[in-house]
């Protein structure tokens, strides 16, 4: 074991702790309050808390957790916990040995989702992840010894979704399939993700042909029949071409009357979406505040003002409960392809819907452009509501 120099660790120190590229493969931060305790972080950029101790004259270590799943707090307890333990004869080896013989995916899901980093994540991802899991995973996993789990009843869980039509939720089912598994190896449960190399077989390209051409489309659309925070939902959607999650977890802090914009900070591509509010926009916001004036959410859910509206009851009330033949993506499709026909540039639909080429433009391109981003508004909204009056 490498030679060990404590410091005064802190939270910043700690997160400031990077692979070195000068330095050896395994790299440590050690601490000088919790003897044999240390942060290792591996060329891939990987760190987890370590534990060195001596037991019966041989030095042995064990992982406790990786970072950030368990910080400093939590790790120096974790590791006087140990160390306690120690003192008593029992040796933290064999009992995470046998913990590991009695994990299911059952009792490694309950251990994950109360984890400080699944608490940090956003309301939407423990919506979905929940959701996932208890609906699609735990019925079929669940009991399963984690070590016993086979690549095989993985892809079985993805094929079924597949043959279900259900190819979106597939995905993500998937996606939240690794990020369990990638835990548990974080853990030292398991050596390798069940979910490698798991491909969800896609019956159709992926491409969606559908966009609201005609008049009678836009107006179903903007006359949707639904509860009030749902049909203003679709509205601004349709509006402004925003992926339906921006603005459905909306909050009011995201809107700054006072310099007319609406923002989001995080999206899909980590650039952050503003856009300047157009009168019809305004509209929608004082006709929602009025309504829902005790709720942060400016789409607040129709059984409580505290959260948004949930994803899976959107898609619910929008195909399921009236039969509409447009999603909320197509929305988005729309918007992008009403602009092209009004002619407006690709390079200023790129910025209302905020896409991410890659072009060494954009690249170089500072400030918001509100004002470009306003006058492709103005020619679609001036469509779109001669089309919504006369129809």
Sequence with gaps: MPKRTGVNLTHTRVE??????????????????????????????QRSWVLNYRIAGKKKRITLGGFPELDLDQARETGLTQLAGLRNGVDPAAVKKASRAAHTVRTLYDEYVDTRYFETRSPDFHSNFRSTMRRYVLPVLGDQPLKGVQRAQVRGVIDDLVNAGKEGMAQGTLTHMRVLFGYAIDQELLEHS????????????????????????????????????VRALVRWCLLTGCRRDEARTARWEQIDREVGTWTVPETKNHRALVLPLAPVMMAILEALRATFPRSEYVFPATTSQKKPIPR?????????????????????????SWLAELHVTEEHRNLVLNHWTGRMSERYRHGLQLEAKRKALEIWHKKLMEVVSNG
């Design 16 to 45: 400031r702790f990077h692979h070195q590229p000068n330095g050896g493969r395994l790299q440590y931060l050690w601490d000088n309050q919790v003897t044999g305790l240390g942060l290792q972080v591996l060329p891939s950029g």
């Design 194 to 229: 069940p979910a490698d190399r798991v491909r969800v077989k896609r019956t159709t390209s992926g491409r969606r042909e559908k966009w609201l051409q005609s008049s009678e489309e836009l107006c179903s659309a903007w006359w949707f029949e639904g509860k009030p925070q």
């Design 312 to 336: 899976g009851s959107m898609d619910y009330l929008i195909r399921g409960g009236t039969g509409a033949v447009w999603s909320m993506h197509v929305l988005r499709h729309t918007v992008e």
